[in-house]
């Protein structure tokens, strides 16, 4: 069943019916000021930080879990009836209803006692606010009396505190209002210069700044007493809940349109300019007021709009593809670059998943999202990478996470996740890669922030490398520390106290329990930092990364290998983890995904041998999971995987997120076919049609799908923010349609299925436009050349001369 339709000639997906089986989102903002917006335009606001710069509140553990947010009322002057046009919070059968969520806004459409209304909701580029642009059209065949109140509910800045800390709270609360406009500035007296506005482009009949007022004792947003009785009150908060509401009355003649813009807004003043007159404790309006004026004019947000669409054609601009699969290329052309996109933006941080008070930005995670974004923003990925090789320590090791606001490092998860270092070459080799940018390698960059401490960014490369080398474990195999990849695979953690942390409770030395994912890790990045060192001519370095690369290769099929599949990791007490030997968890995804991918294998049948194995025990029509058996209790030396009910999260569920690592690896050893099925199982867009299954929005990945063993196998959870959406946009793009940046330039060489006749693509690579079309001849994988009409040698398309912007590659398939 779906609850919508793609509309790929406009980018959008059109949700047709307002109560989807959880909230569907979509993101505004793509710089500094951001927010979340349901499909009944639920949800909150933030500048930069989610946790430390709220903007409009976010009642947690809601129900329905988006509820608050932007709401709009409407209200029939003659007979008193009042409706939401998004739908929620009042809940009326609604007409036509439509949420239209595109590339960086939405517009929620609706038609009630014949009014039809649509909400944009956007943020122009540039700038730190939102616009609700309201299109009211009256269809009756009588002039109609309106009545529009806007609504919203400050956040006293800091989330957490404003959920937690009440005592306080409910006394600090200040605004002031003048000529209509609403200035929420809760603190601004004394250690912030930050405030948040909210105007609207008609003349109002009034206005209300404290909720209880607005909404009317004992009653929630669904009926406030206010819009009841069509009047607002000029409610003035003193503490208790700040808001903002704006009452503005229309006449409608019949099929006539009239449009009403409301601002919100965060705005920041120089410190020494935070009062007017100085001597007072008044906000200095004089700096927002231009910006205001300009947002609240019709022909300067029309541009501001076109402008935010031509920015996101740049970007999705940059790789389309035409390929015999409608998914592919609706996920390829549009969602999944932007899911990327949003995933570069937000991190782990802000979902209805990810609280926003919660995480900031994981070393792990980012890195790995550069893979999926790189090729859109390569100057903000460039900043991305030297921000977080600052947070790495000396020791090599790095900070799990940082906070965005600050850039540093943050100490209550502190580091020890030994996987981490590894990552940031990973990133930085992308980079290269796709911009050619040697000069990022050059960078000055400290370790833990500290000034003094500055080195090239290069040798932060060989410290992670290094950092595994200082700690091998018993077989010789990387030790795991908190946790590699698997943050749930806890090996030193033996917790058995209820609320201690599963990743930063350490009972164990740490000195035996070993990661197989880690090794495999490191001979992918050891590898990449090799090609890197020669590159600058640091020949010695190369050799001896690739040596120890080999030995650990060695050590991975001497002691990581059980026979049928790659081990996962060795326990504290010595004991395998992922090994037939095992009476639960027998086999992992990762370590067949990963040792493959980085070509550990190929060559004497283990590689295969582990694709039959995942095919055989793990793959399931959602896609493939975890691990098998799944744990039926809780193993104290193993940690927070053997918490989660069987077939949950890392629990034997479906993490998407490793399953691209699979469909790489189908690649490497020729299988185009299983590749791309496997891709297609996880698809959001081809498990649209079981949407009542899946729940989750069809147009982005979720982290995880409900294993085999849930009793609810196929539903999808945490969408949005997960390393599934650069992972999968890096297979399907780089491995299945083997369209792929190199050192040495673009490479062309796909393993698709056999399928298909062929494809089409448009890639835009270091300045060139590469127009590819790749024609089936055979059913292999063979790969033959043409550029620009003249057969070529290799798969590596060479750069053109100075001046040419088009490359025309013709494709051969064998
Ligand atoms: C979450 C984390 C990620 C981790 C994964 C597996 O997605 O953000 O860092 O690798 O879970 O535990
Ligand atoms: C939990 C989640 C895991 C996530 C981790 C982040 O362990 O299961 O997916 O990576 O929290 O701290």
């Known amino acids: 069943m779906k609850f919508g339709y793609f509309d ?7 949700i047709t019916q307002p109560d989807t089986p959880l909230p569907w989102i979509n993101y505004l903002g793509c710089q500094a000021y951001f927010g979340i917006i349901s499909n009944t335009a639920g949800g909150y606001s933030f500048y930069r930080d989610a946790r430390l710069r709220r903007v409009s509140r976010y009642r947690y553990n809601n129900v329905p879990y988006d509820l608050g947010g932007r709401y709009i009322y409407l209200r029939d002057d003659d007979s008193g009836e009042f409706w939401s046009p998004s ?37 122009p580029l540039g700038e730190d606010l939102e616009i609700w642009r309201l299109t009211l059209t009256n269809r009756r065949s009588k002039p109609a009396s309106l009545s529009v109140y806007s609504s919203i509910e400050f956040c006293l800045w800091d989330a957490n505190d404003d959920a937690t800390n009440f005592q306080r709270n409910f006394s600090i609360g200040e605004v002031e209002i003048e000529d209509g406009v609403i200035y929420h500035k809760t603190e601004y007296r004394e250690r912030r210069n930050h405030f948040a506005y909210f105007a609207c482009s008609r003349k109002t009949e009034g206005f209300d700044t404290q909720r209880e007022a607005f909404v009317g004792p004992y009653r929630g947003w669904e009926k406030p007493l206010a819009v009841e009785r069509g009047k607002l009150s000029n409610s003035v908060a003193h503490g208790w809940a700040p808001i903002g509401a704006h009452h503005v009355e229309l006449q409608l003649g019949p099929d006539e349109t009239q449009e009403v813009i409301f601002l919100l807004g965060y705005h920041e003043n120089p410190q020494e300019q935070k009062f007017d007159p100085p001597a007072s404790q008044t906000v200095n309006k004089k700096t927002v007021k231009p910006v205001i004026a300009k947002y609240l004019n019709f022909a300067d947000v029309d541009a501001a709009f076109e402008k935010l669409r031509q920015y996101w054609d740049g970007l999705l601009a940059v790789c389309q593809v035409e390929t015999p699969d409608v998914h592919t290329n609706r996920m390829v052309n549009i969602w999944n670059a932007y ?25 792990r995670d980012s890195n790995q999202d550069l893979l999926g974004f790189v090729q859109m923003v390569p100057a903000r990925a460039r900043e991305r990478i030297l921000d977080l090789a600052a947070t790495q320590l000396p020791s090599g090791g790095a900070y799990h996470q940082y906070q965005p606001l600050t850039k540093r490092g943050n100490n209550d998860v502190g580091s020890n996740f030994n996987d981490d270092p590894h990552w940031l070459i990973v990133g930085v080799a992308a980079y290269l890669k796709e911009t050619g940018d040697w000069s990022i390698l050059d960078e000055p960059v400290p370790y833990d922030n500290a000034p003094g401490s500055e080195q090239p ?3 932060h490369l060989q410290r992670s490398f290094q950092y595994t080398l200082d700690r091998l474990g018993p077989h010789g195999l990387p030790l795991i520390g908190r946790a590699d990849w698997n943050d749930c695979l806890n090996l030193n953690c033996f917790s058995d106290t209820p609320g201690q942390s599963f990743q930063t409770t350490t009972n164990k030395d740490g000195k035996v329990a070993e990661s197989v994912f880690i090794a495999a890790l490191f001979v992918l990045a050891g590898r990449e930092l090799a090609e890197i060192a020669l590159r600058r001519g640091r ?13 650990m290769e060695d050590t991975v099929r001497e002691q990581g290998w059980d026979g049928e599949w790659f081990l996962r990791a060795y326990d504290d007490f010595g004991r395998k983890v992922g090994s037939k030997e095992c009476a639960e968890g ?9 040792c493959v991918l980085a070509g550990i294998g190929l060559d004497d049948g283990r590689a295969h041998a582990a694709m039959e194995s995942v095919a055989k025990h793990l793959a399931t029509e959602h896609g493939i999971i975890l691990q098998q058996p799944a744990y039926s209790r809780y193993y104290l030396e193993l940690g927070e995987i053997s918490s989660y009910p069987p077939g949950y999260k890392e629990n034997a569920g479906i993490f998407c997120h490793n399953n691209p690592w699979v469909m790489i690896a189908e690649t490497q050893v020729g299988n185009g076919d299983r590749a791309y099925d496997y891709y297609a199982r996880i ?3 081809a498990r649209e049609p079981i949407s009542e299954l899946h729940r989750c929005e069809p147009y982005v990945y979720a982290q995880m799908i409900a294993g085999r063993d849930a009793p609810t196998h196929g539903e999808a959870k945490n969408s949005w923010l997960t390393g599934t959406a650069a992972w999968n946009y890096y297979a399907v793009t780089q491995w299945i349609l083997g369209i792929r940046p190199t050192f040495e330039g673009l490479e062309i060489r796909p393993v698709v299925p056999k399928g298909w006749r062929g494809f089409k693509a448009t890639r835009l690579f270091r300045g060139v436009t590469y127009n590819i079309a790749v024609t089936r001849e055979g059913e292999g994988n063979q790969v033959a050349l043409k550029v620009d009409g003249e057969p070529w040698e290799s798969t590596v398309v060479p750069a053109p001369v100075e001046g040419q912007r088009e490359v025309a590659v013709e494709v051969t398939l064998k």
């Not at 790929?8 to 059109?14: F, I, L």
């Not at 059968?93 to 944009?120: F, K, N, P, Q, V």
């Not at 027998?586 to 990963?594: A, C, D, L, S």
């Open 8 to 14: 790929d000639a406009n980018r959008e997906y059109v």
């Open 87 to 123: 739908w929620q919070p009042t809940r009326n059968d609604l007409e036509d209803y439509t949420c239209r969520h595109g590339l960086g806004y939405t517009i929620i459409g609706s038609r009630y006692s014949g009014i039809e209304a649509h909400s944009t909701y956007f943020v």
């Open 339 to 363: 899911q990327c996109m949003a995933t570069f933006n937000m991190s782990r941080s802000a979902s209805f998943y990810e609280s926003g008070i919660g995480r900031g930005l994981g070393f």
């Open 457 to 459: 960014l290069y040798e």
């Open 539 to 551: 020949t010695d370095e190369a050799q001896r990364d690739l040596a120890e690369v080999a030995r």
């Open 586 to 594: 027998k086999i992992f995804i990762e370590t067949q995904g990963f």
């Open 683 to 685: 698809n959001p867009s």
